[in-house]
């Protein structure tokens, strides 16, 4: 007799096992399921097999070869589309011509086979169903037969008030070829909905056989872990593999435990497996060939598959972790958690209950994980980073997430406060807003929705309206497929960190307020937003003397809103303005850093043919600021902040002190000195530059990417701010920009990045500051180590498993030495 085992199916209900395997292929005690099915025909005395494929078919074929491994022979019958379990043996005719027996690749059983089939002969039926009795026929179809065994009903997947039989359907068939009459060739097919209910209505003989023994469909999570706990506990009549010790412990070749090693049967351990000194591997536990295990590390009812690493005093517990993954030190990974393969969960990181995380995939250090990582790119150690949230629109960041955001944002608040919101034009970042909006409302947080404006319109109105804080949504500057979520405080300024926290916390515990139906926020969409912000614009600026200096000035607003809200109040300014890319183009919202290079090189050319007092750049965010001057020239981050000091320093208010990051030239100092002016440092962040700025002691702050503040007007970056101030500032110098960037000294910075591991961050650190003890150095942020003339900046990075080390000093090639060196110590400290 021959065989058809059917292996196409693609097992969606076990992703992510199946995301990158056919389900066939999933390993039950390190062995394909399918392995099983054919050991059991073979010990039956059924060789001549043909396997029907469909989804991923070359993985089935390499693995099993033509069967001589197995002592039988394969065939393969293989879809190019998804023909059903009737049209996938139809596809397979050729080779069947006569009685033959078809059962399924991705089930465990050991019926007595040969029991099916002579009761098949013995009726002379045309089709003969192995039928199991279950307690719970609800996800199965039901078959009823008389006492002869003849079905006489056909019930799929039934309510209970349906189940007339506890007889079920184990997709295990004995046919004969006149079956084929009734199947169409290359379609979709299918024997329990459409074949034997077209046998039974003419009449021919179709039988049922109650099967004893053990069954079990492997259709989803649960199944598959209870195959294996069965098998475990003797249910079934299948030898786990590897050498039977005692207590139910079955250990293969080549394995090597730790005498102090505690293991509780039954428990299944692959070959060449290292399981180190001060583990437990706990009841129900099956570990892969291959598998390392570190000290102090505990299993419990969990499945990990080959080749994976345990870092030690990690604890899975009723858990599935898939092949060559990297389980760090001291991870826990709860119940009902499937892993994909070759993920890398980082240290200490917890994955909370029935949390399912797809192939290829990492989780950061120190992370808590309570929702699934399907198409993001990973498990984030913390929500916030350098751009407040962001993601890749659809992958990082969808309206679920976002939702969930709010809530845990809203959670943070007391209910009843007010957030403003906005967003640019962009779809994406709308939509997120939505998504955001209703979350805030379900936590009893009122909405006023700013619509499409740009962030410090956002800022101010929270700062004058009495907000709790400010949300805004925009795409990030330089990559169209993601979206950066910012939080303002009531202040209008970035939220502390402490503040993030509290939103992780809630956001990752998943513990949200709820409120009654009385309580839900409500939505408002405030007027006159956009004159109340340029009425605090206007009123922070000298407006007569940029009047009587009638400047000619080329302005490229880069497609953002920034355009809608000069137009408002240019004429008040007494410029003559040429604008360019003056209108919103959510196409246009990010910009490549080539693209940036010839917008400047195209607003240089423009200054030129106009013969503009300047030029400047707005970002799409009015944010940040780039210059060029009279003569077109380009003038660099650098210099543009060494020229906004010496004029904030020469013409600001009589008091008054500069601030600028930690990294930013030693120049800044020398110029605010020369007149009088002291400079304040701050961490490389955009929060501590604002902390900065709401000093009442400081009048300006600026740093590296174009990004000033004036905290006159409002302490957070802001182009529209810096343009009419700059225009202020160079009416009382009363010199053409060109001549003052002449005066301004050159900037000799060098910065080199490093890889290090997220894990060695703290080491790294730890020596650096011992090594800067003797020495004159600041540790602001990072360790900054000055030398005479020269300086050199250790910083890790907030977001990246990686320092950056920066350097000035009188002539590159000295600089360069520093960076080198440092980098050199970093590479000691790591190797």
């Not at 139809?90 to 059983?109: H, P, Q, R, W």
């Not at 009823?144 to 006489?152: K, L, N, Q, R, V």
């Not at 303005?577 to 919103?584: G, K, Q, R, Y």
Request: aromatic share 8%.
């Amino acid at each position: 007799m021959k065989a058809v085992v059917m292996a196409g199916g693609e097992g969606s209900r076990l992703r992510p096992l199946t995301s990158n395997q056919p389900k066939p292929m999933v390993p039950v005690f390190n062995k394909p399921i399918m392995e099983y099915t054919i050991r059991l025909l073979k010990e039956q005395g059924i060789t001549d097999i043909v396997v029907t494929l469909q989804f991923l078919p070359q993985m089935i074929k390499n693995y099993f070869g033509d069967g001589s491994d197995l002592g039988v022979n394969l065939s393969y019958a293989i879809e190019q589309a998804p023909l059903g379990t009737a049209g996938s043996v139809k596809n397979a005719e050729s080779y069947l011509d006569e009685t033959f027996i078809v059962i399924s690749g991705d089930a465990l059983t050991d019926f007595d086979l040969h029991k099916i089939i002579d009761f098949h002969h013995k009726k002379h039926s045309m089709a003969t169903i192995a039928l199991k009795r279950t307690e719970n026929p609800l996800e199965f179809g039901v078959v009823i037969t008389d006492e002869e065994g003849a079905i006489e009903r056909f019930l799929e997947k039934p309510t209970w008030g349906e189940v007339f039989s506890d007889t079920i359907n184990t997709g295990i068939y004995v046919l004969e070829p006149e079956i084929f009459d009734y199947i169409d060739g290359d379609t979709m097919v299918d024997f329990s909905k459409e074949v034997f209910p077209k046998v039974l209505s003419d009449e021919k003989p179709l039988f049922g056989y109650v099967s004893k023994g053990y069954w079990c469909d492997i259709g989803n999570y649960e199944q598959y872990v209870q195959a294996h706990q069965d098998v475990m506990q003797g249910e079934a009549k299948i030898s786990p593999p590897g050498i039977k010790m005692r207590d139910d412990v079955w250990i293969g070749d080549g394995s090597y435990i730790h005498p102090s090693v505690e293991i509780s049967g039954p428990v299944v351990i692959g070959q060449n497996v290292r399981i180190e000194e001060g583990s437990e591997i706990r009841e129900l536990s099956v570990i892969g060939n291959n598998v390392m295990i570190g000290p102090e590390g505990h299993t419990h009812r969990a499945i990990v598959w080959d080749n994976t690493y345990v870092g030690s005093q990690s604890n899975l517990h009723g858990c599935v972790v898939g092949k060559s993954c990297d389980i760090k030190h001291g991870v826990r990974v709860e119940q009902g958690v499937v892993i994909g393969d070759e993920c890398v969960i980082g240290e200490n990181s917890v994955i909370n209950h029935d949390v399912k995380i797809y192939p290829f995939k990492s989780v950061d250090a120190g992370a808590t994980i309570n929702s699934s990582i399907i198409w993001e790119t990973k498990g984030m150690r913390s929500l916030f980073g350098k751009e407040g949230v962001s993601g890749l629109v659809g992958v990082d960041l969808t309206p679920d997430i976002a939702l969930h955001l709010a809530m845990a944002y809203g959670s943070s608040l007391k209910k009843e406060s007010e957030v403003m919101l906005s967003s640019d034009v962009s779809r994406a970042a709308r939509m997120i807003k939505r998504s955001m909006i209703a979350g805030l409302n379900s936590t009893g947080i009122n909405c006023r929705d700013l619509r499409a404006a740009h962030a410090t319109i956002n800022r101010f109105n929270t700062k004058i309206s009495g907000s709790a804080g400010g949300v805004h949504i925009r795409v990030s500057p330089f990559d169209p497929k993601s979206l950066q979520i910012n939080f303002y405080d009531s202040d209008g300024t970035d939220i502390s960190e402490g503040d993030q926290r509290n939103i992780e916390r809630y956001f990752y515990r998943g513990e949200y307020r709820r409120v009654y139906h009385k309580d839900i926020g409500r939505i408002d969409f405030p007027a006159r937003s956009r004159e109340h912000y340029i009425d605090g614009l206007l009123k922070a600026t000298d407006l007569k003397v940029i009047k009587e200096r009638k400047f000619k000035v080329i302005v490229d607003y880069t497609y953002g809103s920034a355009s809608l809200v000069m137009a408002s109040f240019v004429s008040q300014l007494g410029c003559d303005i040429v604008a360019l890319n003056a209108f919103s183009d959510e196409e246009r919202l990010t910009i490549s850093s080539e693209e940036l290079d010839m917008a400047m090189e195209d607003l240089a050319s423009t200054v030129k043919v106009f013969k503009a007092d300047l030029g400047i750049m707005m970002d799409s965010a009015a944010e940040n600021s780039y210059l060029v001057d009279d003569k077109g020239r380009l003038i660099s981050n650098d210099k543009a902040l060494l020229l906004l000091i010496m004029l904030m320093s020469k013409h600001g208010t009589k008091k008054g002190r500069i601030s600028v990051p930690i990294n930013i030239s030693s120049r800044a100092e020398e110029i605010a000195g020369a007149f009088g002016r002291s400079v304040l440092r701050t961490k490389m962040n955009l929060k501590s530059m604002m902390e900065a700025a709401n000093r009442r002691d400081v009048i300006f702050v600026g740093g590296e990417d174009g990004g000033y503040i004036f905290p006159k007007f409002l302490p957070a970056t802001d182009s529209l701010m810096t343009f009419c101030k700059l225009l202020e500032l160079l009416a009382k110098e009363d010199r053409p920009l060109s001549a003052i960037v002449d005066d301004m000294p050159d900037v000799v910075l060098t910065r080199q990045d490093i890889f290090c591991p997220w894990e060695q961050k703290g080491l790294v650190m730890r020596k650096l500051i011992e090594r800067s003890k003797n020495k004159n150095a600041e540790l602001i942020d990072g360790v900054k180590i000055f030398n005479n003339d020269a300086w050199v900046l250790v910083l890790p990075d907030q977001d990246e498993p990686l320092f950056k080390v920066y350097s000035e000093a009188p002539a590159k090639n000295k600089a360069e030495s520093f960076v080198s060196k440092e980098i050199e110590f970093i590479k000691s400290i790591l190797s």
